[in-house]
């Protein structure tokens, strides 16, 4: 894909990634919230997370085409790094557990995740939006241009760093407030939680596994090509 045509896709997918992280800070409840939606606002949701996330790394993304196409490419190769790095580590795999593990999860029982007096509060659009749209996204991406992905070993560790932030995050809400940011997590018993935590970290470290597969499988040896023609720069 020519740089300048990713330039525009880049910019056109943070100035969206924006306006649905505005969006939901934009959506009111009828009803007064509870302590536990009041603690930290919209930044305990994984949901929201990811679409800051999402906006920071194609931000990053079109900054780094915007560098090639002036002919920086010095500071390219140092952006671009970064922008390997954040896809590879977080954007995809993040967004792939986000869509996948909410989608089973309201199939399952929709209550536990998203109960349906929200559906009053949260467009469809915006929902699918934030749940569905994100998974097409990721995907395009990695067809869109090849990212070169960390070694194994500190893809995970980096993966597994932040993953255990989060759910640091979770935990001490609920030492707050009293009360799960998602309803399912009163069903479990501390050990089932702390099986649950050890599940959603194997799928969303399946997930890494996923990209990085797909990545290897679409593009193969051009990534070892671009490194070596970034190196002669």
């Given at each position: 894909?020519?740089i300048s045509t990713?330039a525009?896709?880049?910019?056109?997918?943070?100035?969206?990634?924006?306006?649905?992280?505005?969006?939901?800070t934009?959506v009111?409840?009828?009803e007064p919230?509870?302590?536990?939606?009041?603690?930290g606002g919209?930044?305990?949701y994984?949901?929201?997370?990811?679409l800051v996330?999402?906006?920071?790394f194609?931000?990053?993304s079109?900054?780094?085409?915007?560098l090639?196409?002036?002919?920086k490419?010095?500071?390219?190769?140092c952006?671009?790094s970064?922008r390997d790095?954040?896809?590879?580590v977080?954007?995809?795999?993040?967004?792939?557990?986000?869509?996948?593990?909410?989608?089973?999860?309201y199939?399952y029982?929709?209550?536990?995740?998203y109960p349906k007096?929200?559906?009053g509060?949260?467009?469809?659009?915006l929902?699918?939006a934030?749940?569905?749209?994100v998974?097409?996204?990721?995907l395009?991406?990695?067809?869109?241009?090849?990212?070169?992905?960390?070694?194994?070993?500190?893809?995970?560790?980096?993966?597994?760093?932040?993953?255990?932030?989060y759910?640091?995050?979770?935990?001490?809400?609920?030492s707050v407030t009293?009360e799960?940011?998602y309803?399912?997590f009163?069903l479990?018993?501390p050990?089932?939680?702390?099986?649950?935590?050890?599940?959603s970290?194997?799928?969303?470290?399946?997930?890494?596994?996923?990209?990085?597969?797909?990545?290897?499988m679409?593009?193969?040896?051009?990534?070892?090509i671009?490194d070596?023609?970034?190196?002669?720069k």
């Amino acid at each position: 894909m020519e740089i300048s045509t990713l330039a525009t896709y880049h910019c056109l997918a943070f100035v969206w990634y924006f306006f649905i992280a505005y969006s939901t800070t934009q959506v009111k409840a009828e009803e007064p919230p509870s302590e536990v939606f009041l603690y930290g606002g919209q930044w305990k949701y994984l949901t929201v997370l990811n679409l800051v996330l999402q906006a920071v790394f194609y931000g990053v993304s079109f900054l780094a085409d915007v560098l090639r196409l002036i002919k920086k490419l010095r500071c390219a190769k140092c952006v671009i790094s970064s922008r390997d790095l954040l896809f590879s580590v977080l954007a995809f795999p993040v967004s792939t557990f986000v869509s996948i593990s909410f989608w089973t999860l309201y199939t399952y029982n929709r209550e536990l995740v998203y109960p349906k007096s929200l559906d009053g509060v949260i467009p469809l659009w915006l929902n699918h939006a934030m749940h569905t749209a994100v998974f097409p996204f990721a995907l395009l991406e990695i067809l869109a241009l090849p990212h070169r992905y960390p070694a194994k070993k500190k893809g995970l560790v980096l993966l597994g760093f932040v993953a255990f932030l989060y759910i640091s995050w979770v935990l001490w809400i609920y030492s707050v407030t009293g009360e799960w940011v998602y309803p399912l997590f009163a069903l479990f018993s501390p050990s089932g939680l702390a099986a649950f935590f050890a599940s959603s970290l194997a799928i969303i470290i399946s997930c890494y596994n996923f990209g990085e597969f797909l990545n290897r499988m679409i593009w193969g040896d051009s990534i070892v090509i671009m490194d070596h023609k970034w190196k002669g720069k």
